[in-house]
């Protein structure tokens, strides 16, 4: 009976097509679609400036061309936007973030605080590392680092703990006893230079690009110190690289750790459920609007460097931070405590 059974199943099936639905190609799904760019800080700073360049030009590279809108999301120095990716926001492909890569090392440090795992992320891409520096503001402003060390105060502004503007500005508090104070809770960039306008703060700590062109064109700030071995065009000599004021091994491991998200710089992030393929267009899409020459010429014209990683090697650089040593981690934490 049984075979009787089974071979009449055979007989049944033969000449039955068995239609399997298929997975929506990429271009079938984006048709018609916004993907959502998130901006972890106000609208006028340096990731807000590289997040409106991209949501012009990557559509004409993803399949389907879907828009792209830039939706600024302040808060917690971009980990309320961060969060939301993970947590809140369609996991599909709809949705990408740019945000303080900093919050990468602060949630080694501070788990309980962040409570994210980076490695749940998947990267799109790097626009450019960040050329960070620290500067001066004003023809009295601090233009060295002896200028720094002699100084009675130097007061800088920071969006939060976990900014890449704070970490710069701790580790020459903390590292090197240079006379910082730090003042907390601006929103972003732009809210900061007003501020060092006014002369509220000494000046700032962060991207070479997010220096106002005026500025420099007028002489108004002093860069004289990075956190970047190699130096970009854009920064001038005064700066001096961080590392060679390291009087010991374990300052410059430190530094290693605390310097390492400057790597991710402008980075372009997804939630880790995105479906792969979707991903691999999306970073295709990321790499070929890189190369996009009326992409290129905008980007000269905003002063925002493009000095691109793919989105591989950003999980490469993220896996190097999220596996560091416990030592290293535990003296970090002593610059967010």
Sequence with gaps: MFRYHSRLSASLLVGIQVTVPLPARADDFYKGKTISLLVGFTAGGGYDVYARLLARF???HIPGRPNVSVQNMPGAGSLLAARSVNMTQPKDGTVMVIFNPGLLTQS????DMIKLDFRKYAWVGIATPDFRVCYGYGATGVSSWKDLMQSKEFVLGGTGKGSGNYVNGAILRQVFGAPVKQVLGFPGSAEKRIAIERGELDGDCGDMSSVPADWLSDNKVH?????????APEVPESAKWIEDFAATQQQKELLGLLNAPDELGRSFVVS???PTDRLADLRKAFNDTMKDPAFIAESQRARSAIQPLTGEEADGIVNRIMTASPAVVAKAKEIYD
């Design 223 to 231: 860069p004289f110190v990075r956190f970047n071995k190699d130096k």
């Design 58 to 60: 990557m559509p004409n």
């Design 108 to 111: 080694l440090i501070q788990p």
């Design 272 to 274: 880790g459920e995105v």
